[in-house]
């Protein structure tokens, strides 16, 4: 067991301790913001045929060589063709084919010239212009080629990728299953949130701010109440978690308190313990471990240390375990609207929001970035990174951050 390692040091344990939950098929039309489980090969050319990308007339272009306002040329009309047919007739010389938009382009044509370009009438058009091969004409394959690399497994499955599967005919993708994370909220002064709390107990804010942020990644939050301090009540209740879920998060009792106690019940529940603490700040007091391949995340009491260590250290971790391909969050450098006044003896993370000025991608700070102070994270979509040893920083500041 590890203690206080640096907060990549904390990732790079908890990413090769997790593996992605199974495997399942699920009907295309609920699987918006579903992972998907295999990897799609285009194997159909789409569209699968030339068509037309207006309502005009298909034609040869050579046929049009001579067309002026003065001099145009007169084509004979064969038939007319709209989506979903297909013509019974070949273009040839001195001849055309009305079609209508998405129509397939006939043999012989190489061109498509819009109807309100031409003078028509039920049997020919005439053209006042020269025309040229391949204009208005969508070729097959122009959106995807047969044999194209279309999605990598782990893609998160958004509109384009749904509309993509569901042109290549797969109505039945295999995704990964929606994971369960159990939620164990500790400390005998926690009441739930409604309840009119008695003098000395709080309200349990942690199970609805991690719920929230479970659902928002796709996971699905098994909430399992809220245990006293009790060893061996939190190991039951643990026990329980890991029985029915794919993961488990507890917050409270993690520190080093006479009632600490989620450790001694880690121990109790036979979970063997990867590092408790990480040199961070907040969110530096934490237990993580693992118990049959399934990972038990011990977060802090405090709301905002429980969070910013469930951003920091615990999210790439889930994010596999969704099955997602991109573990990491992505980083962006940040330039402070305004200073933060504190020294930063451990590695600190400030929350914040992104906001362009004058070109630059710049991060508003609230002034409240302490262990117990959540409303300060509402609307933040980003968290900078300050060195440890820093003292305090200017407005200005340039700095590394990840998106939230």
Same mark, same amino acid.
């Given at each position: 067991m590890l203690n206080n390692p640096g907060y990549e040091k904390a990732q790079e344990l908890l990413l090769m301790a997790v593996k992605p939950v199974k495997m399942e098929a699920v009907p295309l039309s609920q699987c918006c913001g579903r992972i998907l489980a295999q990897v799609l090969i285009a194997q159909e050319n789409v569209p699968a045929f030339d068509r037309s990308a207006y309502d005009g007339y298909a034609l040869r272009a050579e046929d049009t060589a001579s067309a002026s306002k003065g001099s145009p040329v007169t084509l004979q009309i064969l038939e007319e063709i709209s989506a979903g047919l297909t013509p019974t007739q070949n273009v040839v010389a001195g001849t055309a084919i009305?079609?209508?938009?998405?129509?397939?382009?006939?043999?012989?044509?190489?061109? %498509?010239?819009?109807?309100?370009?031409?003078?028509?009438?039920?049997?020919? %058009?005439?053209?006042?212009?020269?025309?040229?091969?391949?204009?208005?004409?969508?070729?097959?394959?122009?959106?995807v080629q047969k044999g194209t690399l279309l999605a990598q497994s782990g893609t998160v499955i958004d509109p384009g990728l749904a509309g993509t599967l569901a042109a290549q005919g797969v109505v039945m993708p295999l995704v990964y299953k929606i994971p369960r994370v159990a939620i164990l909220s500790t400390g005998s002064e926690l009441v739930e949130a409604d309840?009119?709390?008695?003098?000395?107990k709080i309200r349990n804010a942690n199970r609805y701010m991690l719920e929230s942020a479970l659902r928002q990644l796709g996971c699905e939050p098994v909430n399992l109440g809220i245990a006293g301090d009790s060893v061996m009540e939190i190991s039951a209740l643990l026990n329980k978690g890991l029985?029915?879920?794919?993961?488990?998060?507890?917050?409270?009792? %993690?520190? %080093?308190?006479?009632?600490?106690?989620?450790p001694a019940a880690m121990e109790e529940s036979g979970i063997e313990v990867l590092f408790r603490g990480v040199d961070m700040k907040p969110g530096m007091a934490c237990a993580y471990g693992t118990k049959d391949g399934k990972l038990i995340c011990g977060l802090s009491g405090n709301p905002a240390s429980s969070l910013t260590n469930y951003y920091a250290v615990l999210l790439p971790a889930l994010r596999k375990l969704t099955g997602r391909r991109v573990y990491l969050s992505q980083e962006v450098q940040v330039t402070l609207s305004n200073g933060f006044s504190k020294k930063s003896p451990k590695t600190r993370f400030l929350r914040g929001m992104l906001e362009l000025k004058n070109g630059v991608v710049c991060m508003e700070v609230p002034k409240a970035q302490g262990n117990?102070?959540?409303s300060s994270s509402i609307g933040c979509n980003v968290m900078a990174v300050v060195p440890e040893g820093s003292g305090s920083l200017d407005a200005g500041t340039v700095l590394k951050g990840f998106l939230l």
């Open positions: 009305k079609v209508l938009t998405g129509a397939p382009i006939p043999e012989g044509a190489d061109v %498509v010239v819009m109807y309100e370009k031409t003078n028509f009438t039920e049997k020919t %058009v005439k053209l006042f212009s020269p025309l040229k091969a391949g204009d208005n004409v969508v070729r097959m394959g122009e959106d309840i009119v709390p008695e003098e000395g029985a029915g879920c794919d993961a488990l998060i507890t917050t409270g009792g %993690v520190s %080093v308190g006479d009632y600490d106690l989620v117990v102070v959540l």
